[in-house]
């Protein structure tokens, strides 16, 4: 028996050994490298729009790795997304309260007034009319929409030499400001348009739901 205890003993002197050693190198410094997302905050944590509360956000990694050419190709983009949404709202806003064009939107008699406002008018509009559309975004994103004459102080800058509005009268710090300001209400817009229109697909149909649960409800498309 003493062969079999003294084995048993060896054998609990071997795991205790080998716990120790796993505790001691849980707390043991690692040499492993830092995330990659890491190094992608030390790099853009100062770029506008990475600003409080959040700071500089990234949940999905797409910075990783990246350079500045890929971070003003994910700028550029987010720019003209929050543009674009932007003029969403404002249309969707505007054709809600009841503004129309004048007259007919075809040669058939079909009036702009007869048009709904939101998704629903995508139903109502001439497939002539919705290729206009189609074909006119087309000549501005490819023709108008972007650094022409590659003067751009910075990504997202379409002004050409041709329009200013003032911006050449700001200081750099209003003029960091603003694209800030832009940038935020752009981020805004994209989450807006797309709550507007989820909710519009919902049963009730009202994608100005919040409206009537603050006691303002908006007779959405009535008559229509």
């Known amino acids: 028996c003493k062969p079999l205890a003294s084995s048993f003993a060896m054998t609990k002197l071997a795991l205790l050994l080998a716990f120790l050693a796993g505790s001691a190198s849980a707390f043991a410094p690692s040499n492993k490298q830092a995330p990659r997302h890491v190094g992608a905050l030390k790099a853009f944590e100062d770029e506008i729009g990475a600003q409080p509360p959040l700071g500089f956000f990234d949940p999905l990694g797409l910075l990783d790795g990246a350079d500045s050419a890929r971070f003003n190709r994910l700028r550029y983009v987010e720019i003209k997304h929050g543009r674009v949404c ?30 709904p406002s939101g998704l629903a008018a995508l139903s109502k509009v001439p497939a002539a009319g919705l290729l206009q559309i189609f074909l006119f975004i087309g000549f501005l994103e490819l023709g108008v929409m972007k650094d022409i004459t590659g003067d751009g102080e910075f990504v997202g800058d379409f002004r050409n030499d041709f329009i200013d509005f003032g911006w050449s009268t700001f200081t750099p710090e209003e003029q960091e400001r603003k694209r800030a300001i832009e940038l935020n209400n752009g981020r805004a817009a994209q989450m807006g348009i797309l709550g507007l229109m989820v909710h519009e697909m919902l049963p009730s149909h009202d994608p100005y739901v919040i409206n009537g649960l603050l006691g303002a409800p908006v007779d959405f498309n009535a008559g229509f």
């Open 86 to 115: 932007m003029l969403a709202v404002l249309g969707h806003i505007v054709t809600t309260a009841g503004v129309r064009l004048p007259g007919d939107i075809d040669y058939h008699g079909t009036s702009f007034a007869s048009i």
